[in-house]
């Protein structure tokens, strides 16, 4: 009973490895914007062997990459200037997510040490000067949009982040 045990425990962790589909990081979806007039990085992970395609409503071309051993993809978008909202489609031939609502534009991230982690408003006894008037004042014609990293310590470079975008 055990040796049918250890069978089907393998079996199944076999199985699951096999049918790996499409995957991208947490930060490449939904109402994310990508910098104007550049070439945007999209990247992510697939078996090994599969043709990815992405494709985007911004100009209806479809852009390919092929897996490395390990399964990731990355193909460079060409963006065009400020708009949207667009789509992306990204597609292993098994799988195809769709991402929604993406804007065009500028693009600003910024990092480094515990002063970063002020919100745009600022803290209570330390306000951004202007910076509510700017919040406030986006519109579906100039939005903001925010996308948070959760911190995560690492001696190497990692390529996973967690974190999404979010529409203000």
């Known amino acids: 009973m055990k040796k049918l045990l250890s069978i ?10 096999a049918g790996a589909k499409v995957t991208l990081p947490s930060f490449i979806s939904d109402n994310m914007v990508l910098q104007q007039n550049s070439q945007a990085a999209i990247w992510g992970w697939t078996d090994a062997g599969k043709k990815v395609t992405v494709t985007t409503t911004w100009t209806g071309v479809k852009y390919t990459a092929t897996p490395d051993e390990n399964g990731k993809w990355l193909v460079m978008l060409d963006t065009p200037g400020a708009g949207g909202p667009y789509k992306i489609f990204v597609a292993d031939g098994e799988e195809r997510i769709a991402l929604q609502n993406v804007l065009v534009g500028e693009v600003w991230f910024c990092s480094g040490q515990s002063n970063m982690e002020m919100p745009v408003k600022g803290f209570g006894s330390q306000p951004v000067e202007g910076s509510s008037e700017i919040i406030m004042g986006a519109k579906a014609k100039t939005p903001i949009r925010m996308c948070t990293i959760k911190r995560k310590a690492s001696l190497s470079p990692i390529e996973e982040a967690e974190g999404s975008w979010e529409e203000n």
């Open 8 to 17: 089907l425990a393998l079996f199944l962790i076999g199985a699951s490895w």
